[in-house]
């Protein structure tokens, strides 16, 4: 008798989210999903969306103003050869070891 193989779906099924939402809060969204012309899960999910995206790229991007920027030029320039520990951290990486993390190389 031969083994029966069943065929995996290629699309994932969506995760879930479950909360509560003080009435008022739920009727300004309820609001402004209807002025938007979405339904109240496309909006929630689209805002939460759009959110996430802004507070990663908020994390993700670095702003300095005009000394710290003329700072960072100039560390950049400072032609000091690089410590011995340095050295070392950068072999470490190359062969792939770091402490408390791994990574291919």
Same mark, same amino acid.
């Given at each position: 008798m031969a083994a029966r193989q069943t065929k995996r779906a290629t699309s994932r099924k969506p995760d879930?989210?479950?909360f509560r939402l003080d009435p008022e809060i739920k009727e300004r969204v309820a609001r402004a999903a209807a002025i938007t012309g979405q339904g109240l899960t496309d909006f929630?999910? /689209?805002t939460l969306s759009? !959110?996430?995206?802004?507070?990663?790229? %908020?994390?993700?991007?670095?702003?300095?103003?005009?000394?710290?920027f003329k700072f960072f030029l100039e560390v950049l320039d400072d032609a000091r050869a690089p410590s011995k520990r /340095?050295?070392?951290?950068? !072999?470490?990486?190359?062969?792939?070891? %770091?402490?408390?993390?791994r990574h291919r190389v």
């Open positions: 879930r989210m479950n929630a999910v /689209s759009e !959110k996430a995206d802004e507070i990663i790229a %908020r994390h993700d991007t670095l702003l300095l103003d005009r000394d710290e /340095s050295l070392a951290a950068a !072999k470490r990486y190359r062969r792939g070891r %770091r402490e408390g993390a």
